[in-house]
C-alpha cells in the first residue's frame, strides 16, 4: 500500500497508484496552475493548503473540482513557526503546541469560519477532525486518506 503527493500537474497518472495532488498557497491565484484538464483514474483528491489569507484559491480550487470532476477537495491548515502572519490575520492564529513543536496554527474559531463555508459540499473535507486549540491534526482522528485511498484502488482495478 502506497500513494503519493505532488503539487506537479504533469503525468500524474504515470505514477500508477493513488496520487494526492497538492495546491500551494500563491500570491496569483487567477493563473490557474493548479487545474488538471482531466482527472486521471489514479488521482485519490486535491489537497489544499490553507490559511486564511488565501481563501480566494481555496474556493476557487473547490468549485472547479467538486463541481466540474467530483473529486474531493481536503484542506490542510498551515502552521507556521517562521512566517510572519499579516497583521489582519493574527486573532486567528495562536502560539501553540501543534503535533510534536509549537507553531502559530489556526485557532478552532477560525477553523470553523472557514469549514462553514463549504458545509454543504459532501465532497470538501479538512485534514483532522478538528482543526485548533480545542482539535487535533493526529492522522488518527481522520480517516481521509484511507477513505480515498481504498476508493482509487477501486476505480484503477476497474478502469475507471
Do not use: Q
Request: hydrophobic letters at 30%; glycine letters at 4%.
Amino acid at each position: 500500500m502506497r500513494s503519493y503527493n505532488t503539487s506537479y500537474l504533469k503525468d500524474i497518472e504515470g505514477y500508477k497508484m493513488p496520487v494526492v495532488l497538492t495546491v500551494n498557497p500563491a500570491t496569483k491565484t487567477d493563473t490557474g496552475y493548479w487545474r488538471l484538464s482531466s482527472i486521471p483514474s489514479n488521482l485519490m483528491f486535491i489537497r489544499v493548503r490553507t490559511n486564511t489569507w488565501n481563501l480566494y484559491l481555496v474556493d476557487s480550487v473547490v468549485d472547479y473540482y467538486t463541481k466540474h470532476f467530483k473529486v474531493p477537495v481536503i484542506l490542510t491548515f498551515m502552521a507556521y513557526f517562521n512566517k510572519k502572519i499579516p497583521w489582519r490575520h493574527k486573532k486567528k492564529y495562536t502560539y501553540r503546541k501543534r503535533t510534536l513543536n509549537s507553531y502559530w496554527a489556526i485557532t478552532t474559531k477560525a477553523w470553523k469560519k472557514i469549514m462553514k463555508r463549504y458545509e454543504d459540499n459532501i465532497l470538501v473535507y479538512s485534514c483532522g477532525e478538528i482543526e485548533g486549540e480545542k482539535g487535533s491534526t493526529k492522522c488518527r482522528y481522520c480517516g481521509n486518506c484511507l477513505r480515498e485511498y481504498f476508493a482509487t484502488m477501486e476505480r484503477i482495478r476497474n478502469g475507471n
